[in-house]
């Protein structure tokens, strides 16, 4: 198993429960974002070795995917830093990924299971949103995710690489990073908190999130990797809308803190609802999330304290 992007958030997980089903697993992570830390679990649980490399260097990772049966491909740069740096996204998000797929080929990797988004969504014209949704995106990051799933399709009528493109929705839990200065809604509100602030509401509070526990879209990639599919394009979502308000009032309640949320009326913020169907997910791999917000959020918050004490932070 090649896992890349596997020291980040969601790779960190996938390897974790790889590493429970009793694969060999090869991450390969430039470390941009990835942190040692979170392999921690699966080095010492499992047969796990890491090659710090770019999916923008084809050699390299030609080399190091050699051998491989199956892919799982995280590596990637997410909404803000492809907003700050549009040519970069193309190099990583685009360049990065045909260079994925075309070494899968070389190696005879049987099946690919990329990550993709809801932001190829863009704002919603229906919900529950489902997979025959028009790409209704204008964001960078959202663009090199649409192109991704097309060259996933390219090379399988091509080559005949199956693939299984998983549109994640919101996605939290342990290992987010809560240290950069883009960081999620989610987190930005439990630093806020963390520190003595309000969490700060953009928009009018009504806004919503498809909140998706991070170990559920691990669980989604693998039964992904196990399964009979090929060539299909599934959202993993929870199939539950969390407003924004709602949201800053779970922070505030799972951190014992009776502040109040400040509203700020935004200029433009990324959609007014995210609400994913989960029924082509349930209907064809059987998945489905089982961990609610409010757990989620007291597991992701217990995660933060430790590893703020644990780096010296705190
Ligand atoms: N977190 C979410 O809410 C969310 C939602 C939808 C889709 N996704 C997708 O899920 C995947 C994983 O995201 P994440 O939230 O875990 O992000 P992350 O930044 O924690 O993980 C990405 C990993 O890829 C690595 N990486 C980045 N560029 C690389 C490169 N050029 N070569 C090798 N490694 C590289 C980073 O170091 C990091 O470890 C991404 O494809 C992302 O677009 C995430």
């Not at 009528?157 to 996605?171: D, E, P, S, T």
């Not at 509100?189 to 309000?198: K, L, Q, T, Y």
């Amino acid at each position: 198993m090649f896992v890349t992007g596997g020291a980040g958030f969601v790779g960190s997980h996938v390897v974790d429960g790889l590493v429970r089903e009793g694969a060999a697993v090869v991450v390969y992570d430039d470390f941009r974002r990835g942190r040692m830390a979170n392999l921690e679990w699966a080095m010492a649980n499992g047969d796990v070795k890491v090659i710090e490399g770019d999916i923008a260097d084809r050699g390299h990772l030609a080399q190091a995917i050699s051998g491989a049966d199956l892919v799982s491909h995280q590596a990637s740069l997410w909404l803000w830093e492809c907003e700050s740096d549009p040519r970069e996204a193309l190099e990583v998000n685009i360049v990065g990924t045909f260079n994925v797929l075309e070494a899968s080929v070389e190696a005879g990797v049987v099946k690919i299971v990329m990550a993709s988004s809801s932001s190829v969504y863009g704002e919603a014209c229906s919900l529950p949103t489902d997979e025959d949704h028009p790409f209704n995106n204008d964001f960078f990051y959202g663009a090199t995710k649409v192109a991704d799933e097309q060259l996933a399709r390219a090379f399988y009528r091509k080559y005949g690489l199956k693939y299984i493109c998983l549109r994640y929705l919101n996605v939290y839990g342990p290992r987010q990073d809560y240290r950069s200065a883009y960081v999620s809604v989610i987190t930005n509100f439990i630093n806020r908190v963390a520190e003595g602030e309000p969490p700060i509401i953009f928009g009018d509070g009504n806004e919503t999130l498809d909140l998706v526990y991070v170990e559920d879209v691990a669980k989604a990639n693998i039964v992904a990797l196990k399964s009979g599919l090929e060539a299909e394009v599934l959202n993993v979502a929870s199939g539950r809308e969390t407003t924004l308000r709602e949201l800053a009032d779970a922070v505030l309640e799972v951190m014992g803190s009776d502040l109040v949320p400040t509203i700020e009326n935004r200029e433009r913020g990324l959609v007014v609802r995210r609400w994913g169907s989960t029924e082509k997910a349930e209907a064809l791999l059987g998945f489905r999330a089982t961990v609610g917000v409010r757990e989620g959020l007291r597991r992701l918050i217990s995660w933060r304290d430790q590893d703020i004490l644990r780096e010296g932070g705190g």
